[in-house]
């Protein structure tokens, strides 16, 4: 009867593993939108769950709980100057020693993490209005013209190392200085939680890898 209950425990192991994967994906924050517009400012909101919060501007009454705690904090400043209470000092960590061999891995490691992280998120939906003005109009149609040519080129590179969709974007030749202020951005940045936990646990295994190999001749030369 014991292989039975090793069955059970090794299914209540799964389906737990189950479970925390499915909270994981619905409790971690997997949409961002990024808005800018010179009458409203900057936005930013995200999902949780299935709720959409506003991050920034942030709400009035947490607002207002900060400029609270800052008299606080600083009466708490002033009492232990006063008090003389001195923080003991922390020792430093120790890091490995500088070679070549850390610095390859430690570059291997970031573009291994570096490259899952980027594939884990997606920006989607980007819009953008951007008025060109140069005064003249030939000055004007100047700006413009290497301004869209930066723009389209640098985004073919960006396009190797990143998933982004564009939906409008518009660049207006502003030759009368008629939409000063038009200027507008919009973003709808996705994450796949499932990835980003992969990805932070290659950071990690990396990360062990890396102070083990680095830990090796230190404890040699001790010894």
Same mark, same amino acid.
């Not at 850390?102 to 998120?121: F, H, P, Q, T, W």
């Given at each position: 009867?014991? !292989?039975?209950?090793?069955?059970?425990?090794?299914? +209540? +192991?799964?389906?737990?593993?189950?479970?925390?994967?499915?909270? !994981?994906? *619905?409790?971690? @924050?997997?949409? =961002?939108?990024?808005?800018?517009?010179?009458?409203? %400012?900057?936005?930013?909101?995200? &999902?949780?769950?299935?709720?959409? *919060?506003?991050?920034? @501007?942030?709400?009035?009454?947490?607002?207002?709980?900060?400029?609270?705690?800052?008299?606080?904090?600083?009466?708490?400043?002033?009492?232990?100057?006063?008090?003389?209470?001195?923080?003991?000092?922390?020792?430093?960590?120790?890091?490995?020693? $500088?070679?070549?061999?850390?610095?390859?891995? *430690?570059?291997? +490691? +970031?573009? %291994?993490?570096?490259?899952?992280?980027?594939?884990?998120?997606?920006?989607?939906?980007?819009?953008?209005?951007? @008025?060109?003005?140069?005064?003249?109009?030939?000055?004007?149609?100047?700006?413009?013209?290497?301004?869209?040519?930066?723009?389209?080129? $640098?985004?073919?590179?960006?396009?190797?190392?990143?998933?982004?969709?564009?939906?409008?974007?518009? =660049?207006? #030749?502003?030759?009368? &200085?008629?939409?000063?202020?038009?200027?507008? $951005?919009?973003?709808?940045?996705?994450?796949?939680?499932?990835?980003?936990?992969?990805?932070?646990? $290659? /950071?990690?295994?990396?990360?062990?890898?890396?102070? /083990?190999? #680095? /830990?090796? @001749? /230190? &404890?040699?030369?001790?010894?």
């Amino acid at each position: 009867m014991s !292989w039975i209950a090793d069955i059970l425990l090794f299914l +209540a +192991a799964v389906l737990a593993f189950l479970l925390l994967l499915v909270l !994981w994906v *619905i409790l971690v @924050p997997r949409h =961002f939108w990024v808005e800018y517009c010179k009458t409203d %400012g900057l936005i930013v909101q995200v &999902n949780l769950a299935f709720f959409k *919060i506003t991050l920034f @501007p942030l709400p009035s009454f947490i607002k207002k709980g900060k400029e609270e705690k800052k008299p606080r904090e600083q009466e708490e400043k002033e009492i232990s100057a006063k008090d003389g209470k001195t923080k003991k000092d922390k020792k430093l960590p120790q890091f490995p020693e $500088f070679s070549f061999r850390l610095v390859k891995d *430690i570059l291997s +490691a +970031a573009k %291994g993490v570096m490259k899952r992280v980027l594939k884990a998120i997606k920006f989607s939906r980007v819009s953008f209005t951007v @008025p060109v003005y140069g005064g003249r109009p030939e000055e004007t149609q100047k700006k413009y013209a290497g301004i869209t040519s930066v723009f389209y080129t $640098f985004n073919i590179f960006l396009q190797q190392f990143l998933q982004i969709y564009y939906e409008k974007p518009i =660049f207006i #030749a502003d030759f009368a &200085n008629l939409h000063s202020n038009s200027l507008y $951005f919009y973003c709808k940045i996705s994450a796949s939680p499932v990835m980003l936990l992969a990805a932070a646990i $290659f /950071a990690f295994r990396q990360y062990r890898k890396i102070t /083990a190999v #680095a /830990a090796g @001749p /230190a &404890n040699e030369k001790e010894n």
